[in-house]
């Protein structure tokens, strides 16, 4: 069973900001900037091109509804995109806001306290809701 599994089965906290019945959205504990955010099939698959293609589309879309969202409630010149997978054999889309270049490298990190991050996760589950 994945961390993300456990995650999705209420085992583990996170800062929740979307979710519907086969996906959810939370933000990454280790961000690589402010609102960096995690979209994750609930139904646990390793690679994203194992996914079958109705999932892998409807992951895009709740990935696109999540970053319209996120957009809005973090300062950044546009979200990016990545799909690696190598840290947790469960499919996951990393949504990050941008400022520049250097927020897409995974070597670079953020601190937040937790306050920021439940700030920064209430708004956007707000946007996401309505």
Same mark, same amino acid.
């Given at each position: 069973m994945s961390v993300f599994t456990?995650?999705?089965n209420g085992e583990i906290p996170c800062y929740k900001v979307a979710e519907n019945e086969d996906f959810i959205a939370f933000l990454d504990i280790n961000p690589n900037a402010p609102g960096?955010?995690?979209c994750v099939p609930k139904k646990e698959v390793?690679?994203?091109f194992d996914l079958d293609s109705e999932t892998y589309f409807d992951l895009m879309d709740f990935s696109r509804e999540v970053a319209l969202a996120?957009?809005?409630? %973090?300062t950044c010149l546009r979200i990016?995109?990545?799909v690696i997978g190598l840290e %947790?054999?469960?499919v996951h889309v990393h949504l990050i806001p941008l400022r520049d270049m250097e927020d897409m490298r995974f070597s670079n990190k953020v601190s937040l306290t937790d306050e920021e991050m439940q700030d920064i996760a209430t708004r956007v589950k707000e946007r996401f809701d309505h």
């Amino acid at each position: 069973m994945s961390v993300f599994t456990k995650i999705i089965n209420g085992e583990i906290p996170c800062y929740k900001v979307a979710e519907n019945e086969d996906f959810i959205a939370f933000l990454d504990i280790n961000p690589n900037a402010p609102g960096h955010t995690l979209c994750v099939p609930k139904k646990e698959v390793n690679k994203i091109f194992d996914l079958d293609s109705e999932t892998y589309f409807d992951l895009m879309d709740f990935s696109r509804e999540v970053a319209l969202a996120l957009r809005e409630e %973090v300062t950044c010149l546009r979200i990016g995109m990545s799909v690696i997978g190598l840290e %947790v054999p469960h499919v996951h889309v990393h949504l990050i806001p941008l400022r520049d270049m250097e927020d897409m490298r995974f070597s670079n990190k953020v601190s937040l306290t937790d306050e920021e991050m439940q700030d920064i996760a209430t708004r956007v589950k707000e946007r996401f809701d309505h």
